[in-house]
């Protein structure tokens, strides 16, 4: 069975900072790998996801994740935060194509000028 | 492209009666949808995957009899929250793969459920 652990509910930077929002998996087969983001009362919204090609991954608005398949991460960056990029994000694994995703508990993104 | 609509987004309704929500995939057929289940400030809990044409599966500890889940064609799935009490008040999701097989799943906007 897969899982997924995300570091850190709620990780507070300032605009134009660095993000790093923290994700490891747990799969017994190669995983697919997905970093979702979720504002208030919305669904979510693919930022990016690993699929066994490139282990860099570059989603949309600047986020990109790496896949270390030693350290089993998935760890979301960005170079610098805006206002906008405040919300929740999820980590989600899947172990193949047809199956459900598997989500972590996410993270709180909260951006101060 | 690759677009799903939830509907409706909020609904109040009284304890003991039944709410329909329906999820629509717009511009792809979904030969499987799943519906999840988000408490405040909480992750997204998985209660079933529907699949066109056939019963639902649902997950451990989630009610058939409570979630009906019906998948009709491959663009609509409902899901009917039947004889519904306060405990089911929820935030819930629907998603859709594409049947092209890639493995990311699309998301509706959500249906916020409210029984008083």
């Known amino acids: 069975a897969q899982s997924v652990t995300q570091l850190g509910s709620h990780v507070s930077v300032s605009e134009g900072a660095l993000v790093l929002l923290r994700c490891n998996y747990s799969?017994?087969?190669?995983?697919?790998l997905f970093w979702y983001v979720q504002y208030p009362n919305q669904g979510l919204q693919l930022l990016l996801k690993?699929?066994?090609?490139?282990?860099l991954v570059k989603g949309i608005n600047d986020f990109e994740a790496e896949f270390k398949k030693s350290e089993t991460s998935f760890h979301l960056t960005k170079p610098s935060a805006h206002m906008s990029d405040a919300a929740e994000y999820f980590c989600?694994?899947?172990?193949?194509?047809?199956?459900?995703?598997?989500f972590g508990k996410g993270t709180t993104l909260s951006v101060s000028s | 492209g690759a677009v799903v609509s939830q509907h409706p987004s909020w609904v109040i309704c009284k304890s003991g009666t039944s709410v329909k929500i329906e999820c629509r995939s717009l511009?792809?057929?979904?030969?499987?949808m799943f519906w999840y289940r988000q408490f405040p400030k909480q992750s997204l809990m998985l209660m079933a995957t529907?699949?066109?044409?056939?019963?639902?599966?649902?997950e451990q500890g989630v009610e058939k009899d409570k979630f009906l889940i019906n998948h009709a064609s491959l663009t609509l799935s409902t899901l009917t929250v039947t004889s519904a009490h306060p405990e089911d008040s929820s935030f819930y999701i629907c998603?859709?793969?594409?049947?092209?097989?890639?493995?990311?799943?699309?998301f509706g906007e959500g249906s916020r459920l409210t029984v008083l």
């Open positions: 998603s859709a793969r594409d049947h092209s097989g890639t493995p990311e799943l699309f």
């Open positions: 799969s017994s087969v190669p995983p697919y």
């Open positions: 690993y699929t066994s090609a490139a282990t």
């Open positions: 989600a694994v899947s172990d193949q194509a047809g199956t459900a995703l598997i």
């Open positions: 511009d792809f057929q979904a030969t499987t």
């Open positions: 529907s699949n066109e044409g056939s019963k639902a599966t649902y």
